[in-house]
């Protein structure tokens, strides 16, 4: 009615002219002004065709339809002879809109605003709405606390019928929470209401402080917040009666006034199932944890609803709803509660489809699935699928969603939804610095091709080492998870020239590897390994190198095993913030080999989530390295080392533990690092959240404590820096870290300061690797 209106004012006051003769045949249609609407779409609204017999309220009939359209500004009818002429006036599109000056809110959240009333890249232009555009967007910057916030909008006209739209904003200075005023309560205190609100009266503190800005989601939480806390203790009928804000005349300051009714403290006296309960209801009862002759708890009711809604949506009812009745007794002050429970229809999965995977195979994806094609849709199964692409490390987002299948009511498709992230590292040196001339290539990707499996293969030459290898691992080698793997290097060393004592091996061999899968979150895993290295020492070796070159020889063929297991219950594989890591191996020669020695391994890390989107992490690495049957002394290669990016971060590459003792005065003048047979280190990280960056999901920072040292139960009376194992010699450093995940790999980063060193460890205050993440 409002658009006929308008329209009878423009037929009167626009230039609008027929002809004034009572009636006529029409022959003839023409259009004019057109120039993206097309005539057939004029056409198909108009009341009249070819033949039709026109008089003066088929005019207003021809205008009416056409102007209801909303795609034109101006219509004018006319005659020629029995002719009908249309001119039309487009109405012109928004070709661009371009916005400056926005920084507390990103571009796009106040494009989706604009949108929602109408206004985006390609819709006709309206002055009524152009009009209203300036208060529309201050209206949410007002939602933000921005209320001295000013929007100008203007028109550009562009060829073609276009337009461009023009939008500066100067969000002014953001309005503070002076005073938060609380009116009714009671039983709780001002004080004790306060410091569970997200919302904070501004102090001098404030600067230091997140998320405690007014706007109106953060009211909307706070309030959440004050009902939650009422009703968790027994007020039942708690309700907030009014919120009034209110701004200073400088718009600098807001007053916010919260007016509640606590009501009065009931106690729960029964409780009682109701609906469809042709499942057992003992099983229902059990899930039920609400204390009768108990004040009422809130939290205890819903934790009993999302516990039956839960076990229904499991096996097939992924529509279940179960919803409380509360049947209030006054004189008592008690409540009968009866929680109904509506089953719904049960569905079946009828497609399971993925949507973001460019480069992964749809194959690698569905592998991990645990709920199936043509089953009953478990919403249990389907966060357990959609972990298991979490763990995978392929991908930063993992999200999915039920469609309903059209024509079938008891069908659903599945679609997960995935953002892909970088996996690997692809790198090539060329240089020449503290270690000699240095050429290098390397490839390793977790997800190689998109096919899921790992591949590794570098070609190095330097003056410390020249390195050729290749590794390939398949998880699933057989359709039941077993993995597969296999790889194989050649490899010259010179470790005098990269800061350990000065020896050299010549080594090549071989692995196999399986990993057999036990639980979803167990593996199993055994490796064979074939290895011949020959040792060689120089005029600057160390007394412990030329005492094991002398008791077990230089060249050894050795045939191992090894077994591994281990438990992964991260929330994703890349950057976790819940979850734990743990892993056991041991490895030992076997029969065939001229030198027998074995090595057990530890590694743990578990991650918990902290308020405030911070992360807790600790992680903890034990190894030792042993001799068995005729053999003394374990190969000097084969011993642990510590320090540096992987393990204590502030000390250098390795240079924990220790040190290599030299005869006749020979050796470099900082006596380099040995190893040791066992190590211990570990650390505790406060995984800070970093929301300000464009991509949040691809950097991680924190503050970290590490500890750990290389320790030796067979110290020789000549041997320096080398202890048996005693916490009182444990290394530590403090500092941040920093990791950024880029397409050469994650860069990581670590300023560090260090304590309880001793004169011979050296130290770096700065860190930088790639390959690294914590």
Known sequence: MKNRFIFLILLTFSSFSITQQDSWVLDDIRISGLQRVSAGSVFAVMPVSIGDIINNENYKEIATSIFETGKFDDIKLGREGNALLISLAERPTIDEILIEGNKAIKTDALLDGLKKSGTFVGALYKRAIFESLSVELERQYSSQGKYSAEVEVQSENLPKNRIKLSINIDEGVSSSLKVINLVGNKKFSDEEILKEFKLKEKNWLSVFSRGSGYSKENLKGDLETLESLYKNNGFLKFEVLSTMVSISENKKDIFLTITLNEGNIYKVKEVSLAGDLDIDELILKSLLNIPTNEIYMESFVKFSEDRIKGLLESIGYTNAEVSTSREINEEE???????????????????????????????????????????????????????????????????????????????????????????????????????????????????????????????????????????????????????????????????????????????????????????????????????????????????????????????????????????????????????????????????????????FNHDFKIFRPLPLGLVFAYKSRIGALFTYGDTQTAPPYQNFYAGGMRSVRGFKQNYLGPKAVYNQGYGPSRPRPIGGPYSLSGGFDLIVPLDFVPDPRSVRASVFIDYGNVFSDGCKSYETNCYEFDLSELRYSVGLGFTWVTALGPLSFAISSVFNDSPEDRTESFQFEIGTQF
């Open 333 to 599: 002050k008690s409540v009968s509660l009866t929680l109904f429970v509506d089953k719904g229809q049960r569905t079946m999965v009828n497609r399971i489809s993925f949507q973001g995977n460019e480069r992964t195979h749809d194959v690698v994806l569905r592998r991990e699935m645990r709920q199936m094609e043509k089953s009953w849709a478990s919403n249990d199964l389907m966060e357990i699928s959609k972990l298991r692409l979490d763990r995978l490390g392929f991908f930063k987002n993992v999200e999915y969603e039920k469609k309903s299948v059209p024509g079938s009511p008891d069908e659903v498709d599945v679609i997960f939804k995935v953002e892909e992230q970088y996996s690997g590292s692809i790198g090539g040196s060329l240089g020449y610095g503290a270690y000699g001339f240095s050429l290098g290539a390397n490839y390793s990707e977790k997800n190689a091709f998109g096919t899921g499996n790992t591949v590794s293969v570098g070609i190095s030459y330097s003056e410390w080492r020249q390195d050729i290898s290749f590794n390939f691992f398949d998880p699933y080698f057989t359709i039941d998870g077993l993995g597969l793997g296999y790889g194989a290097y050649l490899r010259k060393t010179d470790y005098g020239n990269f800061n350990i004592a000065s020896y050299n091996t010549d080594s090549y061999g071989g692995s196999v590897n399986f990993q057999l899968p036990i639980t979803e979150i167990e593996q199993l895993g055994l490796s064979l390994q074939v290895d011949n290295t020959q040792l060689k020492a120089n005029a600057f070796s160390s007394r412990q190198l030329v005492d094991f070159y002398t008791s077990e020889g230089f060249d050894f063929n050795t045939y191992s095993g090894q077994v591994s297991w281990s438990r992964v219950t991260l929330d994703r594989g890349l950057f976790p913030t819940n979850g734990s890591r743990n892993s056991i191996s041991i490895s030992l020669t076997l029969p065939g080999s001229n030198i027998n020695y074995g090595r």
